[in-house]
Structures are given as structure tokens and as C-alpha cells.
């Protein structure tokens, strides 16, 4: 008798955790707005030609390639090289030692401007929340290069595509 008791109120515990688990995965997965691994994609638009977009984001990664990161805060970038119109290169972050890979593809429009899609992907499987370095991995080296600072400038993206792009401060020069 008690042992029946027992074993009804264990099934029903242990009922009230699963159908508890399982609601909470859902609305998590319903809720989380991000990519389920740390990962960006970014779109960008610039007035220039994309010969120059190439060489400027390879000068910058080049610059930032030293691992001096206590002067600076962007340092540990590695450019990996030109395929067609996609240039790749790697950043790790200074102080967690995450690996990112990312690559810029550049498309000339008819409007002259230049169109690229960048994307930076977390080598970690495990990683989730990257607190938007990849982002960061991409934008940085866009605004260090100037690149935004013309009039055709547009960047865009979303947080479904882009771990943490709506909150992500890339603090570039603190
Ligand atoms: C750029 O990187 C992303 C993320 O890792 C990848 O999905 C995509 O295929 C890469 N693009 C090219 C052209 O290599
Ligand atoms: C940027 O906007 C274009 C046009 O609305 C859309 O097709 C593209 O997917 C967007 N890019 C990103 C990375 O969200």
C-alpha cells in the first residue's frame, strides 16, 4: 500500500518534471531569438568599388593580425586569403581564446556600388551566445577601414541571423 503510494506520487513528480522541461524547451526555443549556433550574417552596401572594398578589409585584417591586444582591442585577426570574390579570414578572441572564421563576398551592382555578404561563424559547436563577437568580428574591421563613411553606406541584418545584433556593442576603440 505505501509502496504503491509511493511509487504514484514518484510517476506524478516525475510527470510534472518532464511536461516542466519540456514547456520550458519551448518556450525557450520559441523565445530565443538568435541562431542556434553563434554565428552573423551581415549584408553591407558601399559606394565604392569593390576592388577597393577587398583591398581595405584585407589591410585591416592584415594591421590587426598581431596579438598585442593589451594596447588595443583589435588584435588576433588572420586573413586566410582570396577565392573569386570571397575573402576569408579568422579572429580569436583575446582573452576566451574562441575561434571565429569569416569570409566577405563582394558583388559589383549595376549602380556601381559595391554588395557584400559577409558571414562569421563560431568554430566552437558548443557555442551559443557569443555576446556578438561575430558581429564584431565583421563590423570591426568595416568601420576600422572607414568603409562606412560614405554616403551609399547601408548595413543591414537581424538577430534571427546574427547572434546578439541588436545589442551588441562592438566598442571598438575602448
Ligand atoms: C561564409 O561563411 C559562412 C559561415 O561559416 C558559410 O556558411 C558560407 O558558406 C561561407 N561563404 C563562402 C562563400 O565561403
Ligand atoms: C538584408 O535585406 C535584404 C533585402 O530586404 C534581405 O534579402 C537580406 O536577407 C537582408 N540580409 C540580412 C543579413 O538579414
Request: with cysteine; glycine share 6%; proline share 2%.
Amino acid at each position: 500500500m505505501g509502496c504503491c503510494c509511493g511509487c504514484k506520487c514518484c510517476c506524478l513528480i516525475l510527470l510534472a518534471v518532464a511536461i516542466f522541461i519540456g514547456a520550458s524547451l519551448g518556450i525557450f526555443a520559441s523565445v530565443f531569438p538568435y541562431p542556434s549556433h553563434a554565428s552573423c550574417k551581415v549584408d553591407w552596401v558601399f559606394g565604392e568599388s569593390c576592388w577597393e572594398v577587398k583591398s581595405k578589409l584585407i589591410t585591416q585584417m592584415k594591421e590587426w593580425s598581431d596579438d598585442d591586444c593589451t594596447t588595443k582591442q583589435q588584435c588576433n585577426y588572420e586573413y586566410l586569403g582570396e577565392e573569386g570574390n570571397t575573402i576569408r579570414g579568422l579572429h580569436t578572441t583575446p582573452w576566451l581564446k574562441f575561434v571565429d572564421k569569416f569570409n566577405f563576398t563582394v558583388n559589383t551592382g549595376y549602380d556601381g556600388n559595391c554588395y557584400v555578404k559577409a558571414a562569421s561563424e563560431s568554430q566552437a559547436s558548443y557555442a551559443i551566445i557569443d555576446f556578438g563577437t561575430n558581429y564584431c568580428n565583421l563590423r570591426n574591421l568595416v568601420i576600422g577601414s572607414h568603409l562606412d563613411e560614405d554616403a551609399h553606406y547601408k548595413e543591414n541584418s537581424t538577430n534571427a541571423v546574427c547572434t546578439m545584433y541588436s545589442i551588441a556593442h562592438c566598442n571598438l576603440y575602448t
